[in-house]
């Protein structure tokens, strides 16, 4: 169909009557109208049932069914990929998602294919079409849409993809939308940076409609036009329209679309648009809006002017226009009545798809300790994370590294002339010389950016295995990991997933890492369900984790600690390829019989270290290494407390709200019967890590603090 076309019929006051080769131009005009109609009387279903009480929540897309009507007829469903927000109803009915599968949505029953009744409605997503689940907050979906198209550019450098990764095409296009108080979010400019700097095919459309709920674009953005903002960014193609406007926002994306099939770089529409309800139905705009700021909208609403402007052109009568409402009126209120009656999730469903259905990386097949060749000479922790990262990125091409710092020369003209930095401890020395800058490279100073992105690389088949440089600075990135890497899978009901591992450097005992290079909080990222913990104490065990953290189904927090990165006794040969530890197997680092240590991280040597200690005055320590966090080996714990009746929790978190407090509180819950003392914690003070050495001996755990614990328990 010829949208060109479509603009000179419209666009002509006084043109002919139709001829029947134009009918196919009526027909997709007609079409156009007939879904954003379909979209307007959704929106009034859903606000009709929620005053009757029968869904729970309202949002609607009314003022821009336009624009996202065009937007669904130049882009491809199934083809194409999709990061929409809430207010995207009429796209992704022109997308090919039905008035029922909306409306299974509002009431939360378990057949709505957007989120099997776990999100609010309007949060749209759909694997037939491509439409990747959305979430509520605002504007994390525009780096992952950035991952997405980046996994498309990657893998067209990648040969070895070509048989490995399905459902990329050459000329898709990956589109996402925001709001215009979305635009503020720091996360839409690192987009555009990253899309602008690798010429990414991504469309981005900006949706104003004057307000961020009550809060007007001239107080979110300097000078009212963040397009105008933006005209620097190189490659980006910037379009502006009516978004009101059918025709003009029709002409105006297919220019926008053909630019990124044609991978000059990504575009940005601005479309002014309207908001002729309130934000939700939990705002009342006649709060903060005057009665003719509101009137002026009306006579802009895109569904009343296209309607008007198709009985003008002669593309339609009255007659048959009412008659398309009413086939639309129609098929809402049966797709309603059968939306009603739909089946809720039934209870025992709810912990489901929190984690991989189809790998269990505690499993046996994760196992093969017992299968363990050694040889070479003793490496490092360091030494022995970069020859996992090495075969297991040769095994796999899916594997792509980055983070700040972690190639080894980002111009690649000089690669063979320097040394090469590969990561601030070297953990990633010489995988971008050996693999290419296509799989291994450096990313922007910025952490929502690096996990941002590897989401939506792994949404699309990728396995990304990135590095934030420091445990310090992986703050920027907490609303990526929380609400976005570890819930992909649940809150979608196992239609997406993002299996990425993020590798942190992590904790104290630096002589000189003060507060902002000595942190460890490891509590924070424990209790988000989705999530894998790992934290290694010993080169061989990072190795074997590591293997089953990039081949397992889940998200995982890969956790080094720095101090125990080049420690001469931590050091181990290097294991066979196929070297794996299953998670939530904890090890037994020592044998003992009068009160056990539980621990993990730097803890586990110096409790060896103290366990030795006090052997010399007859007591005798047995020491568990969890290893893994989440999920963590209760069996070994519950084995341990049985047998010697006494425990310690030794870690580097602090005391208050510390992982420790989980053990505890569990040990005094279901093994109160087998304890000979109370359960006794040892963990750095609740406070911060300080610059001076001595300041620093005594806020972290030391090994004296940890015999003295012995000490004490043992005499209780």
Same mark, same amino acid.
């Given at each position: 169909?010829?949208e060109?076309?479509?603009?000179?019929?419209?666009?002509?006051?006084?043109?002919?009557?139709?001829?029947?080769?134009?009918?196919?131009?009526?027909?997709?005009?007609?079409?156009?109208?007939?879904?954003?109609?379909?979209?307007?009387?959704?929106?009034?279903?859903?606000?009709?049932?929620?005053?009757?009480?029968?869904?729970?929540?309202?949002?609607?897309?009314?003022?821009?069914?336009?624009?996202?009507?065009?937007?669904?007829?130049?882009l491809?469903?199934?083809?194409?990929?999709?990061?929409?927000?809430?207010?995207?109803?009429?796209?992704?009915?022109?997308?090919?998602?039905?008035?029922?599968?909306?409306?299974?949505?509002?009431?939360?029953?378990?057949?709505?294919?957007?989120?099997?009744?776990?999100?609010?409605?309007?949060?749209?997503? !759909?694997?037939?079409?491509?439409?990747?689940?959305?979430?509520?907050?605002?504007?994390?979906?525009?780096?992952?849409?950035?991952g997405?198209?980046?996994?498309?550019?990657?893998?067209?450098?990648?040969?070895?993809?070509?048989?490995?990764?399905?459902?990329?095409?050459?000329?898709?296009?990956?589109?996402?939308?925001l709001?215009?108080?979305?635009?503020?979010?720091?996360?839409?400019?690192?987009?555009?940076?990253?899309?602008?700097?690798?010429?990414?095919?991504?469309l981005?459309?900006?949706?104003d409609?004057?307000?961020?709920?009550?809060?007007?674009?001239?107080v979110?953005?300097?000078?009212?036009?963040?397009?105008r903002?933006?005209?620097?960014?190189?490659?980006?193609?910037?379009?502006?329209?009516?978004?009101?406007?059918?025709?003009?926002?029709?002409?105006?994306?297919?220019?926008?679309?053909?630019?990124?099939?044609?991978?000059?770089?990504?575009?940005?529409? !601005?479309?002014?648009?309207?908001?002729?309800?309130? !934000?939700?139905?939990?705002?009342?705009?006649?709060?903060?809006?005057?009665?003719?700021?509101?009137?002026?909208?009306?006579?802009?609403?895109?569904?009343?002017?296209?309607?008007?402007?198709?009985?003008?052109?002669?593309?339609?009568?009255?007659?048959?226009?009412?008659?398309?409402?009413?086939?639309?009126?129609?098929?809402?209120?049966?797709?309603?009545d059968?939306?009603?009656?739909?089946?809720?999730?039934?209870?025992?469903?709810?912990?489901?798809?929190?984690?991989?259905?189809?790998?269990?990386?505690?499993?046996?097949?994760?196992?093969?300790?017992?299968?363990?060749?050694?040889?070479?000479?003793?490496?490092?922790?360091v030494?022995?994370?970069?020859?996992?990262?090495?075969?297991?990125?040769?095994r796999?091409?899916?594997? $792509?590294?980055?983070?700040?710092?972690?190639?080894?020369?980002?111009?690649?003209?000089?690669?063979?002339? $320097?040394?090469?930095?590969?990561?601030?401890?070297?953990?990633?020395?010489?995988?971008?010389?050996?693999?290419?800058?296509?799989?291994?490279?450096?990313?922007?100073?910025?952490?929502?950016?690096?996990?941002?992105?590897?989401?939506?690389?792994?949404?699309?088949?990728?396995k990304?295995?990135?590095?934030?440089?420091?445990?310090?600075?992986?703050?920027?990135?907490?609303?990526?990991?929380?609400?976005?890497?570890?819930?992909l899978?649940?809150?979608?009901?196992?239609?997406?997933?993002?299996p990425?591992?993020?590798?942190?450097?992590?904790?104290?005992?630096?002589?000189?890492?003060?507060?902002?290079?000595?942190?460890?909080?490891?509590?924070?990222?424990?209790?988000?369900?989705?999530?894998?913990?790992?934290?290694?104490?010993?080169?061989?065990?990072?190795?074997?984790?590591?293997?089953t953290?990039?081949?397992?189904?889940?998200?995982?927090?890969?956790?080094?600690?720095?101090?125990?990165?080049?420690?001469?006794?931590?050091?181990?040969?290097?294991?066979?390829?196929?070297?794996?530890?299953?998670?939530?197997?904890?090890?037994?680092?020592?044998?003992?019989?009068?009160?056990?240590?539980?621990?993990?991280?730097?803890?586990?040597?110096?409790?060896?270290?103290?366990?030795?200690?006090?052997?010399?005055?007859?007591?005798?320590?047995?020491?568990?290494?969890?290893?893994?966090?989440?999920?963590?080996?209760?069996?070994?714990?519950?084995?341990?407390?049985?047998?010697?009746?006494?425990?310690? $929790?030794? !870690?580097?978190d602090?005391?208050?709200?510390?992982?420790?407090?989980?053990?505890?509180?569990?040990?005094?819950?279901?093994?109160?019967?087998?304890?000979?003392?109370?359960?006794?914690?040892?963990?750095?003070?609740?406070?911060?890590?300080?610059?001076?050495?001595?300041?620093?001996?005594?806020?972290?755990?030391?090994?004296?603090?940890?015999?003295?614990?012995?000490?004490?328990?043992?005499?209780?």
């Amino acid at each position: 169909m010829n949208e060109t076309k479509v603009l000179k019929l419209v666009r002509k006051a006084d043109s002919a009557p139709a001829t029947t080769t134009e009918l196919p131009d009526h027909k997709l005009l007609l079409e156009m109208y007939r879904t954003m109609y379909l979209s307007r009387r959704l929106d009034d279903k859903e606000i009709q049932l929620k005053g009757q009480n029968r869904i729970f929540f309202q949002i609607s897309g009314a003022g821009h069914e336009a624009v996202l009507v065009a937007a669904g007829v130049v882009l491809r469903p199934g083809y194409d990929w999709f990061y929409p927000y809430y207010r995207d109803r009429a796209l992704c009915l022109q997308l090919g998602m039905t008035p029922l599968e909306q409306l299974l949505s509002a009431v939360g029953a378990e057949a709505d294919p957007n989120s099997h009744g776990r999100q609010m409605p309007s949060h749209w997503g !759909h694997k037939k079409l491509n439409i990747v689940s959305q979430s509520s907050p605002t504007g994390t979906q525009l780096l992952q849409a950035v991952g997405s198209a980046e996994a498309s550019y990657r893998f067209s450098l990648i040969p070895e993809l070509q048989n490995r990764v399905s459902g990329f095409h050459d000329e898709e296009v990956t589109y996402v939308s925001l709001g215009d108080g979305t635009s503020s979010e720091g996360e839409f400019w690192e987009a555009l940076n990253t899309a602008s700097n690798l010429k990414l095919p991504v469309l981005f459309l900006i949706e104003d409609n004057g307000y961020a709920i009550s809060v007007p674009v001239e107080v979110q953005t300097a000078g009212g036009d963040v397009s105008r903002l933006i005209e620097n960014f190189p490659s980006l193609y910037i379009q502006r329209c009516d978004g009101t406007d059918p025709i003009e926002s029709l002409e105006t994306m297919r220019r926008a679309v053909e630019y990124c099939r044609q991978r000059q770089g990504p575009a940005l529409v !601005h479309a002014k648009v309207i908001r002729p309800y309130s !934000h939700s139905l939990s705002d009342d705009e006649k709060l903060y809006r005057p009665d003719e700021e509101r009137a002026g909208d009306a006579e802009r609403d895109p569904v009343k002017r296209f309607g008007a402007l198709l009985i003008d052109e002669g593309v339609i009568d009255q007659d048959g226009l009412q008659q398309i409402k009413d086939e639309v009126d129609r098929e809402v209120n049966e797709a309603a009545d059968i939306a009603l009656g739909s089946a809720q999730p039934p209870r025992e469903t709810a912990t489901m798809f929190v984690y991989s259905p189809d790998v269990d990386p505690c499993s046996k097949q994760f196992d093969t300790e017992d299968q363990l060749q050694l040889s070479g000479n003793p490496g490092t922790m360091v030494d022995l994370i970069n020859r996992c990262l090495d075969t297991e990125m040769a095994r796999d091409p899916r594997i $792509v590294v980055f983070g700040e710092d972690v190639a080894d020369c980002s111009r690649d003209q000089y690669l063979n002339s $320097v040394k090469g930095k590969g990561g601030v401890f070297k953990v990633t020395a010489n995988l971008q010389r050996k693999y290419g800058s296509e799989r291994v490279f450096n990313s922007p100073l910025a952490e929502a950016n690096i996990v941002g992105r590897a989401i939506g690389m792994a949404t699309r088949g990728l396995k990304p295995v990135v590095e934030i440089q420091f445990f310090d600075y992986i703050w920027p990135a907490m609303h990526q990991i929380r609400n976005e890497l570890a819930l992909l899978r649940w809150r979608s009901g196992n239609e997406w997933k993002a299996p990425a591992v993020i590798r942190v450097p992590i904790g104290g005992y630096l002589k000189g890492g003060a507060v902002y290079h000595s942190q460890s909080g490891v509590s924070t990222f424990t209790q988000i369900p989705g999530l894998r913990v790992i934290y290694p104490s010993n080169a061989l065990d990072a190795n074997g984790l590591l293997r089953t953290a990039i081949r397992s189904d889940d998200p995982v927090l890969f956790l080094e600690h720095k101090h125990l990165y080049r420690q001469a006794y931590n050091k181990s040969q290097y294991p066979n390829d196929e070297f794996m530890i299953p998670f939530g197997k904890a090890k037994k680092v020592r044998e003992g019989s009068d009160l056990s240590i539980i621990t993990y991280g730097a803890l586990v040597q110096r409790s060896l270290v103290a366990a030795k200690q006090m052997e010399q005055q007859g007591v005798s320590v047995e020491i568990i290494d969890l290893r893994s966090l989440v999920p963590y080996d209760w069996d070994a714990i519950a084995e341990t407390v049985k047998k010697t009746n006494r425990v310690i $929790v030794a !870690h580097e978190d602090s005391l208050s709200f510390g992982y420790g407090a989980e053990i505890a509180a569990r040990i005094a819950a279901e093994l109160f019967e087998y304890l000979d003392a109370p359960v006794k914690r040892v963990c750095a003070l609740d406070t911060f890590v300080a610059y001076a050495p001595q300041l620093e001996d005594a806020i972290l755990p030391q090994a004296s603090d940890v015999a003295q614990a012995i000490l004490e328990l043992k005499q209780y």
